[in-house]
């Protein structure tokens, strides 16, 4: 296999594609901006990727080298395992396969606005009708087997996503109740989805305790993008929220609060007072604090940075 050494980064708010710089193996990995791209002001991490002309270098620990920025675009457990079974089906060890080269199999299909190129594909992007119950039985036996044919379907359909559950991206219309995938662009009246599914140690109600929590965090003044449930064919529940990275059909830069401070979230070092005060810095304001209070339970958060404030969100 062929090792990418290459790769420019760009960012997508709505039509224009920005590049914005490049990343380089070469012993190491490097990221440098490009000039065109410092004079638009816009900072995509402010605390370990400062907007500049210098060439940056981030350490090996905790994201591979990689700056948690761009480690944010890359799959975790779900995904991760989807592609490696892929990878190993073709003869490729997943450990000989570089932080770039899982950049380069993202391309344009990660969360957020970043947008990686050159784009490596393993997987031909297919159009499908959506039966709920049928992909949670596909998803259980990717736990249990390795079928190839089953591991392409459900990698089209959100194997780039994050987090540890197995989940999709779809277009949902609210009007019609219909789902739909494999669209770059939504047709009219659809928004974007993710639907998740449990695992294999999950309570056989999590969908519905989950959306509980939804409702909870509401109640509580906590902001969050819409849920609800979906029921498969058989009358089982699957839990689905709108995507927190896109509006309508713009997408939004994404950072995760691991990323944003490099900390490993599977052994992390940050309390409640790291998350407070990086929000602090984030927007000068003192509601940030208030922010971060209202989500202080065992959870992963979302950073998502706009041009005048920082919103956060439950992930």
């Known amino acids: 296999m062929e090792k990418v050494k290459k790769i420019i980064v760009s960012i ?3 039509g224009e594609e920005i590049d914005l710089g490049e990343l380089i193996e070469d012993g190491g990995i490097y990221f440098k901006y490009y000039v065109d791209f410092l004079d638009r002001g ?3 991490s402010p605390f370990k990727l400062p907007l500049n002309n210098q060439l940056h270098k981030a350490e090996q620990n905790p994201f591979d ?8 675009s890359l799959p975790d457990g779900w ?10 089906s073709e003869g490729i060890l997943p450990a000989q396969v570089s932080p770039l080269d899982r950049l380069a199999y993202v391309g344009n299909k990660g969360m957020g ?5 050159p784009e490596k594909k393993l997987f031909e992007a297919k159009k499908n009708t959506l039966e709920l119950d049928a992909i949670a039985n596909e998803m259980e036996e990717v736990y249990e087997g390795t079928s190839v044919e089953i591991i392409e379907e459900l990698y089209n359909l959100g194997g780039s996503s994050g987090g540890a559950r197995p989940k999709i991206f779809v277009g949902y219309d609210k009007s019609t109740e219909q789902l739909t995938h494999g669209e770059n662009q939504l047709p009219k009246n659809f928004e974007y989805w993710m639907i998740k599914f449990p695992s294999t140690t999950d309570l056989p109600d999590i969908a519905q305790i989950e959306y509980a929590y939804h409702k909870m965090a509401l109640a509580a003044g906590i902001e969050m ?5 979906f029921a498969g064919a058989s009358g089982k529940k699957y839990f689905g929220t709108k995507r927190f990275d896109r509006d309508g059909i713009n997408r939004k830069h994404m950072h995760s609060a691991c990323g944003l401070l490099h900390d490993n979230f599977r052994r992390s070092t940050m309390d409640y ?16 604090y208030e922010k971060v209070l209202r989500i202080a339970q065992p959870l992963m958060f979302i950073v998502i940075i706009e041009t005048t404030t920082v919103r956060i969100f439950p992930f």
């Open 225 to 229: 993008t819409d849920c609800r449930l």
């Open 273 to 288: 007072g790291h998350l407070m005060d990086g929000a602090f810095q984030m927007e000068k304001d003192i509601a940030a």
């Open 42 to 44: 816009l900072d995509i």
């Open 113 to 117: 606005a970043l947008i990686y190129r």
């Open 12 to 14: 997508k708010f709505s």
């Open 79 to 88: 995904g991760r395992l989807l592609l490696d079974r892929k990878l190993f």
């Open 65 to 72: 080298g990689l700056f948690g920025v761009f480690n944010d």
